[in-house]
C-alpha cells in the first residue's frame, strides 16, 4: 500500500520562507519521478515541481524558478519555498510517478497525498 504524506504548509507573510516534506512508502525500484503541484481556490490544478528520482534532475514551473527548490534523500522529497507570494497560495500534493513519464502532466503521476495548506499573506 503506497502512501505520501506531506508536511510542513503553515501561514507566512509575503516574503517569507515555508519547507514541505513528503515522505512515501514506495519501492526504491519503483521511484521514478516525484513531484509537486498545487491548488488555489476556484483554480485548477498546476504543477509546481519535480524531481528524478534516479538522476535527480529538476524540473520547476516558470512561476516559481528561481524561487523554490526541490531535493530529496532516500526517502524524503522537500520542497524549499522562498520569497513566497500571495499567489503562491494554495493546498501542495506531492505526487509519484512509477513508470517515468511527462514530469509536468498530473495525469502522468500514479499516487497522491493528502495535501498541505499554504497560505501566504500580503
Known amino acids: 500500500h503506497v502512501q505520501l504524506v506531506e508536511s510542513g504548509g503553515g501561514l507566512v507573510q509575503a516574503g517569507g520562507s515555508l519547507r514541505l516534506s513528503c515522505a512515501a512508502s514506495i519501492d526504491t525500484f519503483s521511484r521514478f519521478v516525484e513531484g509537486w503541484f498545487r491548488q488555489a481556490p476556484g483554480k485548477e490544478s498546476e504543477f509546481v515541481a519535480a524531481i528524478s528520482w534516479t538522476t535527480r534532475r529538476t524540473y520547476y514551473a516558470d512561476s516559481v524558478k528561481g524561487r523554490f527548490t526541490i531535493s530529496r534523500d532516500d526517502n524524503t522529497m522537500w520542497l524549499q519555498m522562498n520569497s513566497l507570494k500571495p499567489e503562491d497560495t494554495g493546498v501542495y500534493y506531492c505526487?509519484?510517478?512509477?513508470?517515468?513519464?511527462?514530469?509536468?502532466?498530473?495525469?502522468?503521476?500514479?499516487?497522491w497525498g493528502q495535501g498541505t495548506q499554504v497560505t501566504v499573506s500580503s
Open positions: 505526487a509519484a510517478d512509477t513508470i517515468g513519464r511527462d514530469p509536468y502532466y498530473g495525469g502522468s503521476y500514479d499516487f
